[in-house]
């Protein structure tokens, strides 16, 4: 089979309208859009509403968002309870894990109960999550 012979079956494409062509076309004159009217023109908006205030000024506008923010990735401390006992928990080892998706700086907070001695080492630590990690004789290292 050869690229070049490959056209379109009978019947699935046909021929653009053509309009503004004359009377013998069908679709002269007006072109297929009345007599005056604001739909007749050619520079209507899609945006605009009829009159009406437009939606992007009826929103009030308040403050700035950065939309490129670097948002935290959360673990709580009850998700570290899947490790074993005395093991080193690192960002790699999360994101291995399933329990953060994605890159960027990982935040544990104190959710939940923690039940066995763990390492966490991470960038940020809520003070529920410092309490209770260092409470069942674990260690937390800020990177």
């Known amino acids: ?15 653009k309208k053509r309009v503004g062509r004359g009377p013998s076309s069908g679709h002269g004159k007006t072109s297929t ?8 023109r050619s520079k209507i908006h899609k945006w605009f509403e009829g009159g009406q205030m437009p939606l992007v000024r009826r929103v009030p506008k308040r403050g ?3 939309g490129f923010k670097k948002k935290d990735l959360i673990v709580n401390v009850d998700d570290l309870n899947i490790f074993n006992k005395e093991e080193i928990i690192t960002p790699e080892i999360l994101r291995a894990s399933g ?9 544990v907070l104190g959710r939940g109960r923690l039940n066995r ?10 003070k529920q999550a410092q309490k209770k990690i260092e409470e069942a004789q674990g ?3 800020t990177i």
């Open 1 to 15: 089979m050869d690229l070049s012979i490959l056209r379109p079956s009978s019947g699935s494409t046909h021929a």
């Open 33 to 40: 859009r009345g007599h005056k009217g604001q739909k007749a």
């Open 64 to 66: 700035f968002n950065r």
């Open 99 to 107: 329990l953060v998706k994605g890159r960027g700086k990982i935040k």
């Open 117 to 126: 001695p763990l390492r966490v080492k991470a960038h940020h630590f809520s």
């Open 139 to 141: 260690k937390i290292e």
